[in-house]
């Protein structure tokens, strides 16, 4: 009788035990999406079609060039990364989808390497309801860096740091002043403007003459028309490469032939070829170093691991994609075994990082690791800096 009672309390013990060990350890795999103890899941979401399939497909080769490399090598502190990727056509009602979907069924950790403004506006309440990371965005818009907002992370200089470069290079040292604006329709085009009339304020200046056209068309007459009437003398230009390119020949063909500048989010490499040659001139502003300069030590590091991974076409968008995915992997690295969010976030913060030649910096106050512009022209079908 005492050893059955015995027996029964042991087995009740056992039970209570067993299932505490199960709950912890269901509590502790639920704990933080996208993480295991041998994988991270990041999820993008971005143009893999479309006028601007150029940008997300680039971003994406250059992300899974630098993970796959660290995959090879073992992952980061024992975890392998995980890139789930959707398309979205540079659409922002495809981007919630997307994101949505990342978040609600793929569960993933953070989401990495979106492309875009509008399609960035239309997500962040998404990212501040469910309290995940986004970082790295193909975008130079203010919105996402100021305020600062605990869950976004920019690699990337701003707009407004470009806008400033371009305005700066356009008054101060060539000593135009006449300057108008032919921008995309929408929220990509708006904090690009902000950006130039901050510049031009500055300076006592005001815009001469603007234009628009709509997202995802090539129709920009309207929109030339509209510029040239002001005849500026310089066009400072927000779209993506197939309707800047389709403006600047409009333009050049119909005899207006201003100084034309576009911000790094056009695509070079795809504005270049879109051009045909008939490119000579135009100015584009870069956040990232010159992909085919391997005098600096992170670029020749790419070009490598680029060509290692079987292709050598090697461009600003890529090396952007390239650069994001190192300082994701750098603050996993940093953050070690113990990852949720918050620890994310944490580390982040604290980051100082030199790689390569070039130096990241995050700090509570400053969600923005580059401030860096490098202004290039077009000359004989390359981007060559601008002395």
Known sequence: MINNQLKSSFFVKQCVLTGLLVFV?????????GVTAGEVVVGMSNALSGPA????????????????KM?????????????????????????????????????????????????????????????????G???????????????????????????E??????????????????????????????GV?????????????????????VDVAKGLQEVKAANPKAVSMVGTYRAMASFIREARATGFDPIFLNVSFVGTEALIQELDGKGDGTLVSQVVPAPHDDSLPIVKQYQADMKAAGDEIYNYVSLEGYI????????????????????????????????????????????????EVYLTKIAGGKAVPVE
């Open 25 to 33: 350890v269901a509590t502790t795999s639920h704990a933080q999406n």
């Open 53 to 68: 399939a150029a940008l997300g497909s680039g971003l994406k080769l250059g992300a899974e060039v630098y993970f796959n």
């Open 71 to 135: 995959n090879k090598a073992g992952g980061v502190a024992g975890r392998k990364i995980r890139l789930i990727s959707y398309d979205d056509g540079y659409e922002p009602k495809n981007t919630v989808e997307n994101t949505r979907k990342l978040i609600q069924d793929d569960k993933v950790f953070a989401l990495f390497g979106f492309v875009g403004t509008p399609t960035s506006k239309a997500i962040i309440p998404m990212i501040n309801q469910e309290k995940i990371l986004y970082f």
């Open 137 to 163: 965005p193909f975008t130079g818009a203010e919105f996402l860096r100021n305020p600062v907002n605990s869950y976004v992370f920019n690699v990337r200089s701003s707009y407004f740091d470009e806008a």
């Open 165 to 194: 470069a371009q305005v700066g290079y356009l008054v101060d040292t060539l000593g135009v002043k006449d300057v108008g604006l032919f921008i995309q329709d929408d929220a990509y085009g708006i904090a690009v403007k902000g």
């Open 197 to 217: 009339m901050r510049a031009l304020r500055k300076r006592g200046l005001n815009l001469v003459g603007e234009g628009r056209y709509t997202r995802n068309t």
């Open 324 to 371: 994001d995915a190192m300082v994701f992997a750098e603050i996993l690295k940093r953050v070690g075994p113990d990852l949720t969010t918050e620890s994310f976030i944490a580390v982040a913060e604290s980051l100082t990082m030199e790689a390569g030649g070039m130096r990241f910096q995050f700090s509570p106050a400053n969600h923005q690791a580059l401030q």
